[in-house]
């Protein structure tokens, strides 16, 4: 009996005039509900830890509000911007962070037009440096200027060319690298606070600074040229230091020897005298018969040494004759 | 129930009433930052509004112009301006710029694209015009220190254009452009607040000179310090040779007056000691001297008048 339950058209209508009818009641209840549920998505808000939101109503600045959850006038009423001013951000200047960790990635593009800048010498450099910063005054960044990163990043330029334009090129490659980072950031700042861009700048450093592309094997031959010159001095040192302390001892050892020698000299002097003077005393006591006794005993310490000894007659005028007979007997 | 449904009646109603005054443009709002000029038919109508809030002007007839209140940066186009003493150089600057007077403004050149424009025609002829009329050195440095303390990098090499002494700098042309441009300003409602010099790069076939000049300085520099380097090993070479002739010949001026102090002595006490005695001196010497002369290889001859052989003669030789 399937047919018996098909209600008729009649019915139908009914039933949708009822339905109708009940959803006409609670068409403006139903509008409440989704206003309201609407108005509550946009009634809290939150701000995170490190932020500060700014509240403008209709537009106009009213209030800022602290980390947490709030309350505010739905449908575009209150408009709250949040602003992170705890966190530092970073500015990089000639170069370009594409990842940054463990092995920081930069990118490989072109940002010579940036980087290459003029010294004080007129040479060129290529610069690299960046610029760290933090929201010191939401209102101002937010009001005050327009685009205060752009302020930011022309300020930079604008102070570090001139600084780098103030040093010569040896300075701002060496010596003076951390001067010029003190006084582009007092500079910076000093500049930014004039426009109320509202940030302060916590520091400038200057990274890698390099002589252009086209000069560097130049500048390293300079380098190179450097320590050729130190390598010369310190191998002229070296020979110096081989020979002249050996020669200081070749000169002490002269001078010892010519010591000893004048104390060998004067103790023989001493001993020959003293001897003397010895036996002359002993001499003067019998002079006649000592003499007599020294010289005799020295011809009988001496003569028998000799090869040949001739005893002649004093009347005798030539001893000649005599020895060539002797000769020519030996050889024969 | 009833009274519910009046609430939700009335909410209704307020929201569709809310929607209509700003559909129709009844009431607008004005951001922190901006300001409005309101004119009707075109022709303005009081003064520019500049506080921020909700505001009401009327629907239909009445417009609403916005603008910026805030510190807007004008960046221009590099420049090449030939400086006065005839270097190609670009020139980019930067300034910053406010709308003070929005009528003005709204009157004189209509929106900010317009004024960029303007601003581009005002500042570059005033940089332009300072440029031109100053050296080169004058846009680059802002002092004269790095003449006065060149004494300290000693492989410093300069050339003689980066020598000429300044007399402006960097910063005072930057306040010279700004004082021309801002006096062109006011006329469009706007004041020039800042200007600032951000490159000046050589042109690029003069920038090739210099990375030429630079690497000639760089190579004379290197040649200075191998001279250097030359010089100071000779100079220590020499200072060797002087040495060990000092020292070998301080040595034996030492050696000789030790040797010649201990002879003189040794002549002084064999003087003392023998001129108390000349006879047994010579006596006592010669005798010794047989005994070093007399040797195997010898032959002597005595006569018999000698005092030793003079026995062998006859006995009393002494009467």
């Not at chain 1, 610069?127 to 930079?156: C, G, H, M, Y």
């Not at chain 1, 950031?185 to 861009?197: G, M």
């Not at chain 1, 002993?282 to 020294?294: A, H, L, N, Q, V």
């Not at chain 2, 201990?262 to 000349?278: F, R, T």
Request: glycine residues 6%.
């Amino acid at each position: 009996m399937a047919w018996q339950s098909v209600p008729n058209p009649d019915d139908i209508i009914d039933v949708g005039k009822k339905k109708f009818s009940d959803f006409s009641k609670w068409f403006p209840v139903a509008v409440v509900v989704l206003l309201i549920l609407l108005g509550l998505r946009s009634l809290i808000y939150s701000i995170g830890p490190d932020e500060v939101g700014v509240v403008q109503r209709f537009g106009k600045f009213i209030g800022l509000s602290s980390p947490g959850l709030h309350a505010k006038i739905p449908f575009g009423v209150d408009r709250v911007t949040p602003i992170k001013v705890e966190k530092v951000f970073k500015e990089e200047y000639g170069f370009k962070t594409i990842e940054s960790g463990v092995n920081t990635r930069y990118s490989s593009g072109d940002y010579r037009n940036q980087s290459l800048m003029l010294t004080g010498d007129l040479n060129i450099l290529d610069v690299r440096w960046i610029v760290q910063f933090k929201i010191k005054d939401p209102v101002k960044l937010l009001f005050a200027t327009r685009r205060p990163e752009d302020n930011i990043r022309d300020i930079s330029e604008v102070v570090m060319r001139r600084f780098v334009g103030n040093y010569s090129v040896d300075e701002v490659l060496t010596t003076k690298r951390e001067e010029i980072d003190d006084l582009a950031q007092q500079e910076i700042q000093r500049i930014l606070d004039i426009y109320n861009v509202g940030v302060h700048v916590i520091t400038v450093k200057l990274l890698d600074v390099n002589p252009p592309e086209t000069v560097k094997s130049a500048f390293n031959e300079v380098n190179e040229a450097k320590q050729e010159k130190e390598k010369m001095i310190n191998q002229a040192w070296e020979a110096y230091n081989k020979v002249v302390p050996k020669a200081r001892g070749t000169a002490e050892k002269t001078i010892r020897e010519a010591e000893g020698y004048a104390l060998d000299k004067i103790n023989r002097a001493k001993g020959e005298s003293e001897r003397f003077l010895d036996t002359l005393k002993e001499y003067k006591k019998s002079p006649e018969i000592t003499k007599k006794r020294i010289y005799l005993e020295t011809l009988a310490d001496v003569l028998p040494k000799a090869k040949e000894k001739y005893i002649i007659d004093s009347k005798q005028t030539s001893i000649l004759p005599l020895l060539e007979i002797n000769k020519k007997g030996g050889q024969q | 129930m009833k009274g519910s449904r009046i609430i939700a009646t009335i909410f209704v109603v307020l929201f569709i009433i809310t929607i209509a005054i700003f559909a129709s443009g009844t009431a607008y709002i004005i951001n922190e930052g901006q300001q409005v000029v309101v004119t009707q038919f075109g022709r303005p109508v009081g003064n520019p509004i500049i506080l921020a809030g909700m505001h009401f002007k009327l629907p239909f007839i009445q417009e609403a112009h916005y603008f910026e209140k805030r510190l807007l940066d004008w960046d221009g186009d590099p420049n090449q301006i030939p400086t006065r003493d005839k270097k190609y150089i670009w020139v980019d600057t930067t300034a910053r710029w406010k709308i003070v007077d929005a009528l003005k403004f709204l009157q004189s050149v209509g929106n900010e694209m317009a004024a960029q424009g303007r601003l581009d025609d005002i500042i570059n002829s005033a940089t332009r015009d300072v440029i031109t009329g100053h050296l080169l050195v004058e846009a680059i440095r802002d002092s004269n220190r790095i003449l006065e303390s060149s004494s300290e990098g000693e492989d410093m090499i300069v050339t003689d254009e980066a020598l000429e002494r300044i007399e402006v700098g960097r910063k005072m042309l930057e306040g010279l452009i700004l004082e021309k441009a801002k006096i062109l300003a006011p006329q469009y409602g706007i004041e020039i607040i800042d200007m600032r010099i951000k490159r000046v790069n050589y042109v690029e076939d003069v920038r090739n000179k210099v990375y030429d000049r630079m690497i000639a300085e760089r190579k004379r520099a290197a040649e200075k310090y191998r001279s250097e380097g030359q010089g100071k090993a000779a100079e220590i070479e020499g200072q060797v040779a002087k040495e060990l002739k000092v020292i070998t010949s301080e040595a034996y001026r030492q050696a000789q007056v030790l040797i010649g102090k201990a002879d003189a002595e040794a002549i002084s006490i064999y003087a003392g000691a023998y001129s108390q005695n000349p006879d047994f001196y010579s006596f006592m010497k010669t005798l010794e001297t047989y005994k070093e002369t007399i040797d195997a290889t010898s032959t002597v001859i005595l006569t018999t008048d000698s005092d030793y052989y003079k026995y062998l003669k006859s006995l009393n030789v002494s009467e």
